[in-house]
């Protein structure tokens, strides 16, 4: 019957919206939890705070290019102690670091994987203001566009 077909078709249709939204329902959560846990402090779009905050937008990628600029954004205060389980974590810091920083993550970046995350939050940071300082020398000498960015002083973090 040509309304049965109907039926079966709308059916499978709304099962192939529900998978599709579920493929994309990990940005959406990790949105949600960057407004219910980050915002407060680095602002809707990852602007910071002057002298408080670090901006995130247009920035944060860059400690992708170290090993220990990588564990430092898990291991600062604010991501490890976040309450959100390790899953949640790993996806909200790769989808924070493509959502505001896309430019500036190394070639080749890895997304961040749970078990990575699960490891790096058991040790956070107890002095993250002078390990960011060092990261970002260390960094800055081998990454032009970094020491520009950090140059600047409208953008300087
Ligand atoms: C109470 C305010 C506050 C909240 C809430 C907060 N942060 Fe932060 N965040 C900071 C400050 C201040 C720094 C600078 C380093 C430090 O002193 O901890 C920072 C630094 C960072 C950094 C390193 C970037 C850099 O340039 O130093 C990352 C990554 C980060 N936060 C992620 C997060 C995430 C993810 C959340 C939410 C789950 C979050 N923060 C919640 C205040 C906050």
């Known amino acids: ?5 109907r039926t079966v078709k709308s059916i499978l249709a709304a ?3 529900a998978v599709s939204l579920s493929a994309a329902g990990d940005d959406h959560r990790a949105k949600i939890n960057y407004m219910l846990y ?3 402090c680095h602002l809707p779009a990852a602007e910071g705070l002057e002298d408080k905050v670090p901006r995130m937008s247009g920035f944060v ?4 290019h170290s090993d220990e600029g990588r564990r430092f954004l898990i291991q600062v205060p604010g991501s490890a102690t976040a309450p959100v389980n ?19 993550l190394a070639d080749g970046f890895e997304p961040y994987t749970v078990a990575e995350v699960a490891e790096l939050r058991q040790t956070p940071d107890t002095d ?6 060092q990261i970002l020398e260390d960094l800055s000498k081998k ?7 950090l140059a600047q ?3 300087s973090p």
Do not use: H, V
């Not at 019957?1 to 077909?5: I, L, Y």
């Not at 810091?93 to 896309?102: D, E, F, H, P, V």
């Not at 993250?128 to 300082?133: D, S």
């Open 15 to 17: 099962a192939l919206l």
């Open 38 to 40: 980050c915002q407060g």
């Open 61 to 64: 990628g860059y400690f992708t």
């Open 128 to 133: 993250p203001a002078a390990r960011r300082k």
């Open 143 to 149: 990454n032009r566009q970094l020491r520009r960015s």
């Open 1 to 5: 019957m040509p309304g049965q077909t």
């Open 153 to 155: 002083p409208a953008t």
């Open 86 to 104: 390790d899953e949640q974590l790993a996806e909200l810091m790769n989808w924070i670091l493509r959502t505001y920083s896309a430019d500036e």
